[in-house]
């Protein structure tokens, strides 16, 4: 799954063009859909629900938390990653990621990198690890110019169960960071941490907030009782709004609550309910996930039963239900199942043309580098002339391996994967994460990003676009392309016409948008 590293390759140039093609039909530029008043939200932000138009452009595609996506990985040379971190900006700000990969109950829709145990122990024996991998990977990090640790903006602790951890290894590993790198101040940065509420110890919501974090996402998935037995995962109401009660008097900055849609005994009446109850504990984010069900290649979603599914038209009208009923709330649509009021800081940074997105998701802070530890966990990193995404090996026990191997010999890393980014890539990741972000694409902005004429140099994909202007998903003119309302939700196959991977090699290995 080797990537083309080189341009000229193409049969499309870099070169400028002087002429436009005249399919592009003339509309006046659009303003700026999200210039509204900060705090407020416009009526072209809501996304359009055509139960029709979703059915005719249901696909499977990528969610674009990278591109080139993680199908494009080839296996890491020695010695690259060792070069990648020494040859890193020193300047570039950093966002952390610490993937603990343990359960104590296994969930049968999940389809995240897990490994289901009770023993406490494992979580001390991965922590060594842990801190091992973070020591010697900053050893290779440049120091700034003046002498003081590499700045961390963002982090993040996912799963798995990040709580697994006891208070005292959470105590730990946030102490060694502070020995390692240079932290913004808690008011400033974005400092998260994923909680099964399930597994929260009496003292953690404390521990966490008097640690530094100030943003807790918890994993609910839905609140009826058959729906919660079905997938092995029991939440009661309660318990949910006491956390997220708590979080608030805690002085946590933002909560979001996890919900999917799409499983088992699931209709659009208990979803509703549950939705509606979930409003009334006011988290300041959702994401709403459609569930997808891989049995195939998840070996738990084996436990799930295809004939308690709800059918294809149910989980239309669930979507559709949902979107109403969260912007009838007073929620912003963000993007790909994300919701947020409009006063946090993720819909305020979308108004403002600020939003990003990277393995993480939505994110406010897009000028760092994304660093990552732990088993399966990746990375995203610059310099000054290539941009690289690593990853971590998926197995525990190979992982450990690869930190041993690296404490003798310093130019062995744990990054087994990676893919190095060409001018090309780096054009279309430009390309499609500001129509997954902003809902724009500004060719005069990309024409002097990269020197290029956009109109001339995607003729091909504006010529694709075409039905989707008709079908009036998107809007496009000599200034650019914009994703009108009936679109936003669709916003994923607007992304995939610019992607030059997806038709040669991986149609069917994504899951559907809708």
């Given at each position: 799954m080797s990537e083309p590293s080189d341009i000229h390759s193409d049969q499309k140039s870099f070169a400028h063009a002087s002429e436009q093609p005249t399919m592009v039909r003339p509309v006046t530029q659009p303003d700026n859909p999200y210039a509204s008043t900060r705090g407020s939200i416009t009526s072209k932000q809501l996304p359009a629900f055509d139960e029709e138009i979703i059915n005719k452009y249901n696909r499977s595609g990528p969610r674009y938390t990278s591109y080139p996506t993680a199908l494009e990985f080839s296996p890491m040379p020695v010695g690259l990653e060792t070069k990648i971190l020494q040859e890193r900006e020193a300047h570039a700000p950093l966002s952390l990621y610490f993937h603990i990969p343990f359960c104590r109950h296994l969930c049968y829709y999940c389809a995240c990198n897990k490994i289901i145990t009770k023993k406490n122990s494992d979580a001390g024996d991965y922590l060594e690890y842990l801190i091992a991998e973070i020591k010697h990977k900053r050893s290779l990090l440049q120091t700034p110019e003046d002498g003081k640790k590499p700045l961390v903006k963002q982090l993040h602790f996912g799963g798995g169960t990040p709580t697994f951890l006891q208070d005292n290894e959470l105590i730990q590993l946030w102490e060694f960071l502070q020995t390692q790198f240079e932290f913004l101040p808690e008011d400033q940065g974005d400092y998260s941490i994923e909680i099964d509420p399930r597994e929260l110890g009496d003292e953690t919501l404390k521990v966490l907030r008097n640690l530094g974090f100030n943003r807790v996402s918890l994993g609910v998935q839905d609140l009826d009782e058959k729906v919660q037995i079905a997938?092995?995962?029991?939440?009661?109401?309660?318990?949910?709004?006491?956390?997220?009660?708590?979080?608030?008097?805690?002085?946590?900055?933002?909560?979001?609550?996890?919900?999917?849609?799409?499983?088992?005994?699931?209709?659009?009446?208990?979803?509703?309910?549950?939705?509606?109850?979930?409003?009334?504990?006011?988290?300041?984010?959702?994401?709403?996930?459609?569930?997808?069900?891989?049995?195939?290649?998840?070996?738990?979603?084996?436990?799930?039963?295809?004939?308690?599914?709800?059918?294809?038209?149910?989980?239309?009208?669930?979507?559709?239900?949902?979107?109403?009923?969260?912007?009838?709330?007073?929620?912003?649509?963000?993007?790909?199942?994300?919701?947020?009021?409009?006063?946090?800081?993720?819909?305020i940074a979308q108004r403002e043309g600020k939003l990003h997105r990277n393995f993480q998701g939505y994110t406010i802070m897009g000028d760092c580098d994304l660093l990552g530890f732990g088993v399966s966990s990746i990375s995203q990193i610059s310099n000054a002339n290539s941009s690289y995404i690593l990853q971590n090996h998926t197995d525990l026990q190979v992982y450990k391996e690869n930190i041993d191997a690296a404490r003798n010999n310093p130019t062995l890393m744990p990054a087994i994967n990676v893919i190095k980014t060409s001018i090309k890539d780096r054009l279309r990741e430009y390309v499609i994460m500001n129509l997954l972000c902003h809902d724009y694409m500004d060719f005069r902005d990309i024409n002097q990003k990269f020197g290029i004429d956009a109109i001339t140099y995607f003729i091909d994909e504006i010529q694709q676009l075409g039905e989707m202007q008709q079908d009036r998903l998107i809007d496009m003119d000599a200034a650019g392309i914009r994703v009108l309302p009936r679109g936003r939700l669709l916003g994923r196959n607007v992304a995939m016409v610019f992607d030059e991977y997806l038709e040669k090699k991986h149609k069917n290995r994504f899951s559907k948008v809708i």
């Open positions: 997938v092995n995962r029991i939440n009661s109401a309660e318990l949910i709004e006491n956390v997220l009660a708590e979080a608030r008097a805690l002085g946590f900055h933002s909560t979001n609550v996890d919900l999917i849609y799409g499983l088992p005994h699931q209709t659009p009446e208990t979803l509703d309910t549950t939705v509606r109850r979930i409003i009334e504990m006011a988290p300041d984010r959702l994401s709403v996930f459609n569930y997808a069900h891989l049995p195939e290649r998840f070996k738990s979603q084996r436990q799930i039963k295809e004939e308690d599914l709800p059918t294809p038209a149910a989980k239309l009208t669930m979507l559709g239900n949902t979107i109403n009923t969260l912007t009838e709330a007073g929620y912003q649509y963000i993007g790909i199942d994300h919701f947020a009021k409009p006063d946090d800081e993720l819909a």
